[in-house]
């Protein structure tokens, strides 16, 4: 149900802006916490502190959903007729083909069900909330706006809120902003606009690495942020391109059958035929119209498709997006965890002159090795490179903790009769107690020429994309064995340690694949603009033009969408602001997918057509995905594409042909039926026409596809389409008109004749045809057609003769032809093949060629096709 409105104030868009004491007025909160029985009260108006669906759709509702598919609505119309005539064969596999692509539809949205459940379980279980002047631990559903909450390290943040009180408190806040570092907490208010640079901000999910505080509860349950992207997940799915294709293509079988159903009415009626049956004639022939495989086809060449990117180690959970994959125009992708490793590393430890320093690692590392408070990820960093030697020869002394006011951290450590200070911290900390500069192995003074050359040398790393830490020194009295604050001045600047979160190994070459096969990449990152920049130029992206989440915030939907063309670097963005990205390029007409794995990801994820996970994301992201990469090898991405193309492909082939052949056949019987004294064909001979021609599409799904259509993003045209159905049938229905001349006028053939040599013109000619319009190449130049379909057309085929010409010929209604009789029909099959090659050179869209990604299609054809096909 909906959130009830509050009487402890609206909902502060960025309250971290607001001054403590007023915030404290306005939820009517006193430091010392909520009495419980106002906390109660609370509770009851306001609801639990919960991101929980306010509702899910009943099973009805999901079918209803589903039923308005155009297609799948002529489906059914298609089996009702097909019913209440007699044809239960037809009426048996129609219901059947529905049933099951529903029932898979209706199973695969149950995963936004479970995302929720994933992002509820996430956020901790119980928190220390302070009631009635004293601290209790309650669950965090019972958290209020006005509770406080006392944090401690390791803790999880159980709602938006801000600091009272913040002793050396740093979160972890990566999943929610993309910022690998961790995060400083103060308690003054801040005037940024962007949640990710609230330094006094604490919100639901995040984690305390570092330090204790005291938080303010501003926002609970489903008006966190957290919440937001929950809704955001239960949201009703925005359609894939699969569905959004085969809405379309519905739509255009709907108006072809309109238009057949009405010809063969009006034609009827001015032969004065009988209006009744005339109107159930033109609806069978309008049932036959309808691919009614189309929906079994589709689900066993997605399925394929899914089992061979599971040898790849990747997991499809929705079928469509294989498809979506193949569609693909427009990759975003995440920077933290997936074009980087999300894990910090040193990079660089360097003197004040920018030259390599093994004295700055030791002097780094030994402060790190030294101090006993939590250490951070960046002191997990200089921990995990190789001890420089001479370390050992350092003994521990004293400690001075890190805080944020001084922001640095120092020891005093001895080495023989010597004691020193080691001082690690922010690099303008040091530089602001330090008063010389250390210059090959010499102290000098630290004049403004230095101080200069020193920024200089900061701004060049942080254009890099690297954090800086200063490292200073000081010697001390041979005595001393304790330190203060006061010890803390009169440095010797030694020089920085850099450090870095590193691009994947693969990600560069994975970009390099993905732009040749015809995507564009766009990063979109809660980091800052040049780290964001130095990323994708180590990974081969452009980075001429960078938007900010500040700038897009100033942007209406349309001003975005009209900027999206011209910008593939988005820094400093927000989860909403991803996802207004991925609705500009949607609205833009692109296919889009987005990549990433934390729970900023997660709202972007759901709303392109096809979410990616990888590896190591978190629960939310990974249950918002539609696909995840089990392995961190990003290039399966490259070959994941070209299976997209290749599924969609073989989808395209059973459309062809099935929307041509039907077209042709019943444009053909519609005009047969006008001119015949008789049935061109009996109900069971048509029903064994459409059974044997729907079997030997079976192999379509395992069939090989030409190198161009992998090359470029493929997509539904259903203007190409039609064009081909109409080009084609036309063609057919040509060649079926001088299969009744002949049967007529030369062999003066008569119903079970004519039925029989109709029949087989008919199904030899739309089987054949499959090996020529499954290739825009000649037949000689195209590849090899699988074993599976060419078993499975020839076998079609001779199943035909066989039962219209063998010993059960009479069941059926066939009858015997003279030996001239069948040498005409297969010269007509000659003739129609020779045309529809010709055709379907004016049929097919044009294919702009360019030279093919070899590297990716070398996994395809012919020899690489193992690592897809197993």
């Given at each position: 149900m909906p959130l009830k409105p509050s009487t402890y104030g609206p909902a502060v868009e960025a309250f971290w802006r607001e001054p403590t004491s007023s915030l404290l007025r306005t939820l009517d909160a006193p430091r010392r916490g909520l009495r419980q029985q106002e906390a109660e009260r609370r509770l009851a108006q306001i609801g639990p502190n919960l991101a929980e669906p306010s509702q899910t759709r009943s099973m009805l509702q999901k079918v209803v959903h589903r039923l308005i598919n155009p297609l799948i609505a002529i489906l059914i119309v298609a089996a009702a007729v097909s019913g209440f005539s007699g044809d239960l064969g037809s009426f048996a596999i129609i219901v059947l083909v529905v049933g099951l692509s529903l029932t898979l539809d209706i199973v695969?949205?149950?995963?936004?069900?479970?995302?929720?459940?994933?992002?509820?379980?996430?956020?901790?279980?119980?928190?220390?909330?302070?009631?009635?002047?004293?601290?209790?631990?309650?669950?965090?559903?019972?958290?209020?706006?006005?509770?406080?909450?006392?944090?401690?390290?390791?803790?999880?943040?159980?709602?938006?809120?801000?600091?009272?009180?913040?002793?050396?408190?740093?979160?972890?806040?990566?999943?929610?902003?993309?910022?690998?570092?961790?995060?400083?907490?103060?308690?003054?208010?801040?005037?940024?606009?962007?949640?990710?640079?609230?330094?006094?901000?604490?919100?639901?999910?995040?984690?305390?690495?570092?330090?204790?505080?005291?938080?303010?509860?501003?926002?609970?349950?489903?008006?966190?942020?957290?919440?937001?992207?929950?809704?955001?997940?239960?949201?009703?799915?925005?359609?894939?391109?699969?569905?959004?294709?085969?809405?379309?293509?519905?739509?255009?079988?709907?108006?072809?059958?309109?238009?057949?159903?009405?010809?063969?009415?009006?034609?009827?009626?001015?032969?004065?035929?009988?209006?009744?049956?005339?109107?159930?004639?033109?609806?069978?022939?309008?049932?036959?119209?309808?691919?009614?495989?189309?929906?079994?086809?589709?689900?066993?060449?997605?399925?394929?498709?899914?089992?061979?990117?599971?040898?790849?180690?990747?997991?499809?959970?929705?079928?469509?997006?294989?498809?979506?994959?193949?569609?693909?125009?427009?990759?975003?992708?995440?920077?933290?965890?997936?074009?980087?490793?999300?894990?910090?590393?040193?990079?660089?430890?360097?003197?004040?002159?920018?030259?390599?320093?093994?004295?700055?690692?030791?002097?780094?590392?030994?402060?790190?090795?030294?101090?006993?408070?939590?250490?951070?990820?960046?002191?997990?960093?200089?921990?995990?490179?190789?001890?420089?030697?001479?370390?050992?020869?350092?003994?521990?002394?004293?400690?001075?903790?890190?805080?944020?006011?001084?922001?640095?951290?120092?020891?005093?450590?001895?080495?023989?009769?010597?004691?020193?200070?080691?001082?690690?911290?922010?690099?303008?900390?040091?530089?602001?107690?330090?008063?010389?500069?250390?210059?090959?192995?010499?102290?000098?003074?630290?004049?403004?020429?230095?101080?200069?050359?020193?920024?200089?040398?900061?701004?060049?790393?942080?254009?890099?994309?690297?954090?800086?830490?200063?490292?200073?020194?000081?010697?001390?009295?041979?005595?001393?064995?304790?330190?203060?604050?006061?010890?803390?001045?009169?440095?010797?600047?030694?020089?920085?340690?850099?450090?870095?979160?590193?691009?994947?190994?693969?990600?560069?070459?994975?970009?390099?694949?993905?732009?040749?096969?015809?995507?564009?990449?766009?990063?979109?990152?809660?980091d800052h603009a040049a780290v964001v920049a130095h990323v994708a130029d180590a990974v081969g992206l452009p980075s001429r033009r960078i938007l900010t989440g500040n700038e897009i915030a100033d942007l209406s939907d349309r001003a975005l969408a009209a900027q999206i063309e011209d910008v593939d670097l988005f820094a400093r963005v927000d989860p909403e602001q991803k996802r207004r990205i991925i609705r500009a390029l949607r609205q833009r007409g692109h296919v889009v997918g987005f990549m990433g794995d934390g729970i900023n990801d997660a709202p972007a994820i759901h709303t392109a057509h096809v979410g990616i996970s990888v590896a190591g994301a978190t629960e939310v992201a990974r249950a918002a995905a539609d696909m995840i990469l089990l392995a961190p090898d990003l290039s399966v991405l490259g070959a994941g594409v070209i299976e997209g193309r290749r599924t969609f492909a073989n989808i395209l082939k059973y459309v062809r042909m099935g929307t041509s052949s039907n077209f042709g056949n019943m444009l053909s019987m519609a005009l047969a039926s006008i001119i015949l004294p008789f049935l061109p064909l009996l109900p069971l001979q048509i029903l064994l026409n459409n059974l044997l021609y729907d079997l030997s599409e079976i192999g379509i799904p395992f069939d090989e596809i030409d190198e161009e259509d992998a090359e470029r993003p493929q997509s539904w045209n259903i203007a190409g389409i039609l064009r081909f159905t109409v080009v084609m049938g036309s063609i057919s229905s040509l060649f079926d008109a001088a299969t009744f001349i002949i049967l007529l006028k030369v062999f003066n053939a008569d119903a079970a004749a004519f039925q029989t040599g109709w029949f087989l013109e008919s199904i030899a000619s739309q089987i054949l045809v499959i090996f020529l319009i499954r290739s825009r190449r000649l037949p000689w130049w195209s590849n090899r057609p699988h074993r599976v379909l060419v078993l499975g057309s020839l076998g079609a085929l001779a199943a035909a003769a066989f039962l219209a010409l063998g010993p059960v010929r009479s069941l059926f209604g066939f009858a015997g032809l003279p030996p001239v009789l069948l040498g005409a029909i297969i010269l007509i099959t000659l003739g129609y093949l020779a045309a529809a090659e010709a055709g379907k050179h004016f049929a097919l869209p044009a294919v702009a060629r360019r030279e093919p990604n070899r590297a990716a299609l070398g996994r395809q054809h012919p020899a690489g096709d193992a690592a897809l096909n197993g």
């Open positions: 695969q949205e149950h995963r936004a069900e479970v995302a929720v459940d994933a992002l509820r379980r996430s956020v901790a279980i119980q928190a220390d909330v302070i009631r009635d002047g004293a601290i209790v631990a309650l669950r965090v559903s019972e958290l209020v706006p006005g509770d406080v909450v006392q944090l401690r390290t390791g803790d999880l943040v159980p709602a938006d809120g801000v600091a009272l009180e913040a002793r050396d408190l740093r979160l972890n806040e990566a999943l929610m902003t993309g910022e690998p570092f961790p995060a400083a907490k103060t308690t003054e208010p801040c005037i940024t606009s962007l949640p990710a640079e609230a330094s006094n901000a604490l919100f639901a999910g995040t984690s305390v690495v570092g330090g204790s505080g005291t938080m303010l509860v501003v926002e609970t349950g489903r008006r966190t942020r957290f919440g937001m992207i929950s809704a955001a997940l239960l949201a009703n799915d925005p359609p894939s391109a699969l569905e959004q294709g085969v809405q379309k293509l519905g739509m255009l079988i709907l108006r072809l059958t309109i238009f057949l159903t009405l010809f063969v009415l009006l034609a009827h009626l001015v032969a004065h035929r009988a209006a009744m049956e005339s109107f159930l004639f033109a609806v069978a022939l309008a049932v036959g119209l309808t691919p009614e495989l189309l929906p079994m086809v589709m689900t066993v060449t997605l399925a394929r498709g899914a089992q061979r990117m599971a040898k790849r180690q990747v997991i499809v959970k929705r079928l469509s997006a294989i498809h979506d994959l193949g569609a693909m125009d427009t990759l975003c992708v995440d920077k933290t965890g997936t074009l980087t490793e999300a894990k910090i590393t040193l990079a660089a430890h360097i003197d004040p002159a920018g030259r390599c320093s093994e004295r700055v690692l030791q002097l780094a590392r030994l402060n790190s090795a030294f101090q006993t408070g939590i250490r951070s990820p960046l002191d997990e960093a200089l921990l995990a490179v190789d001890i420089p030697s001479g370390s050992s020869a350092w003994t521990r002394l004293a400690e001075i903790p890190f805080d944020f006011e001084r922001r640095c951290l120092s020891v005093l450590a001895a080495r023989g009769n010597g004691r020193f200070l080691i001082v690690k911290g922010a690099p303008e900390a040091v530089m602001a107690r330090a008063v010389a500069v250390e210059v090959d192995g010499l102290a000098r003074p630290l004049d403004d020429s230095h101080r200069a050359e020193l920024v200089r040398l900061q701004d060049d790393h942080a254009r890099q994309g690297f954090r800086l830490l200063g490292v200073g020194i000081r010697t001390m009295a041979p005595n001393q064995a304790d330190v203060t604050t006061e010890d803390e001045g009169v440095l010797t600047l030694v020089g920085f340690c850099a450090f870095a979160d590193p691009p994947k190994r693969d990600a560069a070459e994975a970009v390099r694949e993905l732009m040749a096969l015809g995507v564009r990449i766009k990063v979109l990152s809660g």
